[in-house]
């Protein structure tokens, strides 16, 4: 016979397992074709301060997210300053309440209104991801305690936990036209298929949403990549008389390219003599021609490898002279970094330090043949 504690928990259950049915996830990005539907999200549970009462630990590490200044930060202002597409807001405020902060202009542009933009400054909030409606979705099936003592609706949707719920923000083609949008065939960010290609097991949130740290750490989380790196120098004397320098990269915890998502992040590679001449500067980049939305130069490192590690080897040619020092540098924009540079952006926002010392041992390998990015 079923006591009144079991009848209780019949409701309970039947919200808190009614993603496990076969429907499709609420929780799906269109690649920031548009911005949520109107009132997708209940008025009580827009900003991130309704949360933060009960979700002080999640609501601090947020706080701290590249989430958070997804609209705020520095180089997005600059950015939507430059290029105001509505495409850009959908993605970086997609709430359909933030997008009433732009005025949306015939040709697909927006202009911004500031009055009233808490709710903007949030970025991409606990609401983007967790609120449909009324309903909070989690991706750990809630146990007994919460289901008794959640002040709200639970709903258990394990897509919150796959790599295709990152790929609605993370991965997009260029667009084909801004109004109305349309996007083409040939890739932007492509973060998703290549950790498709990588055959790597783990997932975007084993590496960026580790033990359900809302920070999402990342290229912009000081010493992140600096702790998953491995570099191997060393200089040879080539055929010709002239030196080289060859730099091992290696990745245990990479599940994608280096550099990936934002097209404009590279790596310079530069290289001096003793007293510190430049020798020689290389890059790790992509460039693109804008008009047919193609890349045109890709030297980015590949995750080439079906156990998912990444390592690559690149050859740089030096010259006569010996190359005694050299210094990586990782950059965020570094197509247009000299034009921030002028806007009086700190360096620290531009770029940061990946190595800085020796090259390494000499080698003599007259005649043997290495594999090179040159």
């Known amino acids: 016979m079923l006591n009144l504690k079991s009848l209780y928990l ?3 259950l039947l919200v808190i ?3 496990l049915k076969s429907d499709p996830s609420p929780l799906i990005f269109n690649q920031g074709i548009t911005s949520l539907p109107p009132d997708s999200v209940s008025s009580q549970y827009l900003s991130a301060n ?4 009960c979700h002080y630990k999640q609501y601090s590490e947020w706080e701290n ?9 520095r180089l997005f ?5 430059k290029e105001n597409q509505t495409w850009c807001i959908n993605c970086h405020t997609p709430l359909n309440e933030q997008s009433k902060h732009f005025t949306e202009t015939d040709t697909g542009h927006v202009i911004p209104n500031y009055k009233n933009s808490d709710l903007l400054d949030e970025g991409i909030n606990c609401s983007v991801c967790h609120v449909r409606g009324d309903m909070i979705y989690t991706s750990s099936f809630p146990g007994i305690s919460a289901r008794f003592n959640s002040p709200h609706k639970l709903s258990y949707d394990p897509y919150l936990k796959s790599p295709e719920f990152c790929a609605g923000c993370h991965e997009f083609s260029f667009p084909e036209q801004i109004k109305p949008i349309t996007l083409s065939n040939s890739p932007m960010q492509s973060t998703y298929t290549e950790w498709k290609k990588s055959g790597e097991k783990r997932t975007c949130q084993n590496c960026h949403f580790s033990h359900g740290n809302h920070t999402l750490p990342g290229p912009h989380t000081k010493g992140f990549i600096k702790s998953n790196l491995d570099l191997d120098f060393r200089i040879i004397n080539t055929p010709m008389e002239t030196f080289a320098v060859i730099i091992n990269f290696s990745f245990d915890k990479i599940g ?3 550099m990936t998502g ?6 310079s590679i530069n290289i001096f003599d003793n007293e510190k001449n430049a020798l020689r500067t290389y890059s790790l980049n992509r460039n693109v021609n804008l008009i047919t939305k193609k890349i045109t130069s890709d030297t980015i490192l590949k995750n080439r490898n079906s156990d998912g590690k990444l390592k690559e080897e690149v050859r740089i040619q030096v010259g006569q002279s010996f190359p005694s020092y050299f210094k990586i540098i990782y950059h965020y924009q570094g197509h247009i970094e000299s034009t921030l540079e ?7 926002e531009l770029n940061f330090v990946i190595y800085d010392g020796n090259c390494g041992k000499l080698e003599s390998i007259k005649g043997k043949k290495t594999k090179s990015h040159l």
Do not use: G, Q, V, W
């Open 65 to 73: 997210s590249m989430h958070k200044k997804s609209y705020s930060n």
């Open 17 to 19: 397992t009614s993603c």
């Open 262 to 267: 934002d097209l404009f992040r590279s790596e």
């Open 77 to 81: 202002i600059s950015a939507i300053k």
């Open 10 to 12: 019949i409701p309970c």
């Open 342 to 348: 002028k806007e009086n952006f700190p360096k620290k």
């Open 50 to 53: 309704s949360c933060k009462e």
């Open 256 to 258: 994608h390219n280096f």
